[in-house]
């Protein structure tokens, strides 16, 4: 925690400085009221707005709620490259910046800010925050049982595949302490959508960060169009067998297999 100038407190209790990176593409009618949902559930953080030079006036938008409120901030990005490296660059912006946690978030609502004291107070005692949809607690609130399903199986096959201990491994409302973003080898990643978030699930895991997972109610967007399409979600199972197969080509050649015991050890 700490204070601004003015006045003002900024940060999080034992967690410090915290930026809270929203990247927008199209989210004209979502980037207000979800920056003020934000500052209402958390005075103390900070926003960045990264927006992917959305024709619809979203960065503009963004620009007005900066200037009138110092605690939100605007990176404005060439053109429309992903989910996955508008945070790679939020992290980025952050990290240069001094900012001890980041939170990623989605413009359209259906990460509830107000769930975001909790995440935050979680981090106080992990690395990686992930607000799950999937663990004991948690809610989906308008969803068609055609996402629950591929949600909750895309999820188990993510488990089960790459033997993380995480049962939202898609979910794409997160803490990341500082600390947790220098051990991950993020110039590796490269996936851009939907398996972005697996990909740093797996890379949090394999870094042997504390990782944690607090539930959370995720609703459904009101506004706007989603941006998932099947040919995101074929990329993400595409590359879960990927880094599946080559997590288990690494083990054997690290002998982590059929020890002398007779147990199987996995990464």
């Not at 209790?13 to 593409?25: E, H, M």
């Not at 990264?50 to 110092?70: K, M, V």
């Not at 989605?106 to 992930?130: F, K, M, N, T």
């Not at 941006?227 to 590359?239: D, G, N, Q």
Request: glycine content about 10%; aromatic content about 6%; hydrophobic content about 45%.
């Amino acid at each position: 925690m700490g204070e601004a100038a003015d006045g003002r407190t900024v940060g999080h209790p034992g967690v410090g400085r915290v930026l809270v990176v929203i990247p927008t593409y199209n989210e004209a009618d979502n980037v207000t009221r979800i920056v003020a949902r934000v500052r209402e559930a958390a005075p103390g953080v900070e926003i960045l707005v990264a927006d992917d030079n959305s024709p619809d006036g979203t960065g503009a938008i963004a620009e007005t709620l900066a200037r009138i409120d110092p605690q939100v901030h605007v990176l404005h990005r060439e053109g429309k490259e992903g989910l996955g490296a508008a945070y790679l660059a939020g992290f980025a912006w952050a990290r240069r910046r001094g900012y001890d946690a980041v939170v990623e978030m989605d413009a359209d609502g259906s990460h509830a800010p107000e769930d975001l004291p909790a995440l935050l107070d979680a981090a106080r005692d992990a690395d990686v925050v992930i607000g799950s949809r999937w663990t004991r607690g948690a809610r989906v609130v308008n969803w068609p049982l055609r996402r629950l399903l591929l949600s909750r199986c895309g999820n188990l096959y993510a488990r089960l595949a790459l033997r993380m201990p995480v049962s939202d491994a898609t979910g794409g409302y997160r803490v990341y302490r500082s600390t947790a973003l220098d051990a991950i080898d993020l110039a590796s990643v490269s996936s851009r959508g939907y398996a972005f978030q697996v990909e740093l699930s797996r890379l949090a895991h394999r870094a042997g960060v504390r990782m944690v997972e607090v539930p959370i109610t995720f609703a459904e967007r009101e506004h706007g169009d989603s941006k998932m399409s099947p040919l995101i979600v074929a990329e993400a199972l595409w590359r879960i067998t990927g880094w599946a197969v080559q997590d288990r080509r690494t083990a054997v050649r690290r002998g982590l297999y059929g020890t002398a015991d007779g147990q199987v050890r996995w990464p």
